[in-house]
């Protein structure tokens, strides 16, 4: 079996190539983006002169700021198709199951253009896994419901202020309704962004269980889309088959409202080992599915101590926050690697992200 000590990474494959990949993994953050010139939570140009002034004039751009680690040209693009669909698991409401009489759209103007996403289902929090997604929106901006329904204020004060309509929770704002008061979508306000806030969260719940918002079939957010796959670092193997590996999930539709968009945590991570043949020797091992939220799963079994969001004091302070999404990709909610002969495997680390997108990352091992 493998140890710590007779487990040999590959040897990292030389740094040439990885100011090339920085340069051209990502276009400069849009002068002007379809919002431009709207009164909405994502146009550009107004924000405070002095947080501007805090990012660099020159070097790489604003959203290259916000990589935990530079794209590494190890990371491979995987063909549509090749891997399974992280949805595609067969389990209710992972796919399909859309809100009844819900309405196209984004709950803030302008309704349908893109808006930009600070964080996705699953991202680490304190004690849990976040309860669904949150949508970048300054302070006071106006939140309409995307599902028409009785509101119901669950909280109407604090940071947790927050209304349900229908099965959407509007979280984060001043509620503008009356429990009781019928809603309107796209037409009756619900609330506004709560000072300091500067993001709309939005969970969608069914049953007491948090769905994921953006599951194809019963995505709402329209239109929405994200052509930027993952990144992958590389992995690293301790003992017992535990792997961790630090990955994140660049976003090709960014905005700057007092802070620029960041990047979000992979949708999915899994591994594969494959065997000196050639043939595989593990089947596909999933560390996390985010085709459903993982309530009651200890957030220490997935992410690693270190690991750690924006959140919410960081999006305040500061133009650029930087995450440090580190998981357990074997030995966490996956299995350990399993033992194996002597022999040099492969190990193959594959990441989605929240539109399908699948990269992947191989990394040579010994056992002997
Ligand atoms: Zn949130």
Do not use: K
């Amino acid at each position: 079996m493998e140890s710590a000590a007779r487990i040999r990474a590959g040897a990292a494959a030389g740094a040439a190539g990885a100011a090339v990949a920085w340069a051209l993994a990502f276009a400069p953050l849009a002068a002007a983006g379809p919002d431009a010139g709207e009164a909405s939570g994502a146009d550009f140009g107004a924000a405070p002169p002095a947080v501007l002034a805090r990012l660099p004039a020159r070097g790489p751009g604003p959203a290259a700021l916000a990589f935990p680690f530079a794209p590494p040209p190890e990371v491979r693009a995987v063909a549509p198709g090749a891997q399974p669909a992280f949805w595609a698991d067969g389990r209710s409401c992972s796919t399909g199951c859309r809100a009844p009489g819900a309405v196209l759209g984004w709950p803030v103007r302008p309704f349908h253009r893109q808006h930009a996403l600070r964080a996705g289902l699953n991202e680490r929090r304190l004690a849990n896994y976040h309860i669904g997604i949150d949508i970048q929106a300054r302070d006071g901006t106006a939140v309409y419901a995307v599902q028409p329904g009785v509101a119901r204020v669950l909280a109407s004060s604090g940071v947790d202020a927050r209304v349900q309509v229908g099965r959407f929770i509007y979280w984060h704002i001043v509620p503008s309704v009356a429990t009781g008061q019928y809603v309107v979508p796209y037409r009756t306000v619900v609330g506004r962004v709560l000072p300091t806030a500067g993001h709309l969260h939005l969970s969608e719940i069914v049953g007491g269980r948090y769905l994921n918002p953006l599951r194809p079939g019963g995505r709402i957010l329209a239109p929405w889309r994200d052509t930027a796959a993952p990144q992958i670092a590389a992995p690293q193997f301790r003992a017992g088959g535990v792997v961790l590996v630090r990955a994140f999930d660049p976003q090709s539709y960014r905005v700057r409202t007092t802070y620029v968009t960041p990047v979000l945590a992979p949708a999915a991570l899994a591994y594969r080992v494959v065997g000196p043949s050639g043939r595989a020797v593990t089947g596909l091992r999933w560390a996390l599915r985010g085709s459903q939220h993982l309530l009651g799963r200890p957030p220490g079994r997935l992410y690693t101590r270190g690991a750690r969001g924006g959140g919410w004091g960081c999006f305040m302070g500061h133009p650029i926050c930087r995450p440090n999404w580190n998981y357990r990709l074997a030995g966490g909610l996956a299995p350990p690697l399993p033992r194996l002969r002597s022999g040099v495997y492969r190990l193959i680390v594959y990441a989605w992200d929240w539109a399908g997108n699948v990269s992947a990352r191989d990394a040579r091992f010994g056992v002997g």
